[in-house]
């Protein structure tokens, strides 16, 4: 009987400290940073206009392997964005592009970067997103 109860009591403690394995997401002390830079064409991509800031785009986060995005935020007036209060995990961070190849139903695709959080505070920042207008 001792030794149903030890094996009741390990397979509890065991339990308890794979439950507290938290998962990518908010309540920790992480920000992840980066800027969206838009590359300006006509609309069949054969004139080039310019380049700039994104300003006020849609900048999405997924948290770990998450189906569809967990947050969002829009960049300022630099093009800077940031999610902040993040533990450590892998996350997808992804803003929406005109599609320069022209093969896509809506004309959109998504910009994606993967990012992974080792440390539990600071900043970690995304190299820059180049979008297409």
Do not use: H
């Not at 007036?77 to 995990?89: D, I, Q």
């Not at 600071?122 to 997103?129: D, F, S």
């Amino acid at each position: 009987m001792k030794s149903f109860v030890r094996n009741i009591l390990l397979l509890s403690i065991l339990i308890t400290l794979i439950s507290c394995e938290k998962k990518p997401g908010e309540g920790g002390n992480v920000t992840i940073a980066g800027s969206v830079w838009v590359k300006d064409y006509n609309s069949t991509f054969t004139e080039y206009r310019g380049e700039y800031a994104a300003m006020e785009e849609d900048v999405f986060i997924v948290y770990g392997d998450n189906i569809g995005y967990d947050d969002k935020t829009k960049t300022d007036y630099l093009g800077n964005y940031k999610f902040n209060y993040l533990r450590p995990g892998k996350y997808t961070i992804f803003v929406y592009s005109k599609d320069s190849t022209m093969e896509t139903v809506n004309g959109e695709i998504a910009i994606i970067k993967n990012i992974e959080i080792n440390q539990s505070k600071g900043m970690c920042l995304v190299p820059q997103i180049v979008i297409f207008n």
